[in-house]
Nanobody, 125 residues
Framework: QVQLVESGGGLVQPGGSLRLSCTSSGSTLNNILIGWFRQAPGKEREAIACISSSDGSTHYTDSAKGRFTISRDTAKNAVYLQMNDLEPEDTGVYYC??????????????????WGQGTQVTVSL
């Protein structure tokens, strides 16, 4: 079973940018879909974006608001979430996840059963 590892979180000021990475220790990500999710304090985990492996198509929820971009680098065995113009409301723990499938059919946490440990993103002055 693939193991996912997130990195790239941190403290950033409003309006700033971060790029989160999702990698795997010992397994390839290139043949599976990867979704990004976040969980703010006291709130349910919500979906942000997903990238399919079948055709590289990307899918976003309203939470992405046109400020986030998901991408894949097959040479580096990584999936990224570029986050721009960050707002305090973007604060939370960000997770990458997969269901071992190849197509992002349904972007909801209940569909995904393999999760990383998460990386904290804090947007604050």
């Amino acid at each position: 079973q693939v193991q996912l590892v997130e990195s790239g979180g941190g403290l950033v000021q409003p309006g700033g940018s971060l790029r989160l990475s999702c990698t795997s220790s010992g397994s390839t990500l290139n043949n599976i879909l990867i979704g990004w999710f976040r969980q703010a304090p006291g709130k349910e985990r919500e979906a942000i974006a997903c990238i399919s492996s079948s055709d590289g198509s990307t899918h976003y929820t309203d939470s992405a608001k046109g400020r986030f971009t998901i991408s894949r680098d097959t040479a580096k065995n990584a999936v990224y979430l570029q986050m721009n113009d960050l707002e305090p409301e973007d604060t939370g723990v960000y997770y990458c996840a997969t269901d071992d499938g190849t197509v992002c059919a349904r972007l909801h946490p209940v569909v995904f059963d393999i999760w990383g440990q998460g990386t904290q993103v804090t947007v604050s002055l």
